[in-house]
């Protein structure tokens, strides 16, 4: 059971990038994908949420209005869009599921890929 994270990288500021977390040895659109981040010398902060239901998203204030889930069920993957980047979404971005009884935590975690946003 796990999930891995692709598509980070550097971008300027006002670029978009597409973040992909890959499911494996679950299926993704049973359960909720949650991506989250954390900057150097910050805290994780939650950024965004697809649940089974894959109509039913949700997103932080922060990045409201410039970031998209999606989901290809065909592909187990999770797809992120960041749009209009700005320096402050620099972070590691990862991606995780709520797996219950499926991991002794219940979720499940990826090791996240780095975006970088020049202004």
């Known amino acids: 059971v796990q999930v891995e994270e692709f598509g980070g990288g550097l971008v300027q500021s006002g670029g978009s990038l597409r973040l992909s977390c890959v499911a494996s040895?679950?299926?993704?659109?049973?359960?909720?994908t949650n991506w989250y981040r954390q900057a150097p010398g910050s805290e994780r902060e939650w950024v965004a949420s697809i649940h089974s239901d894959a109509r039913n998203t949700e997103y932080s204030d922060s990045v409201k209005g410039r970031f998209s889930l999606s989901r290809d069920d065909a592909k187990n993957t999770v797809y992120l869009q960041m749009n209009r980047l700005k320096p402050d979404d620099t972070a590691v971005y990862h991606c995780s599921a709520r797996v219950p009884f499926l991991t002794p935590t219940n979720y499940t975690w990826g090791m996240g890929t780095q975006v970088t946003v020049n202004s």
């Open positions: 040895g679950f299926t993704a659109s049973s359960y909720t």
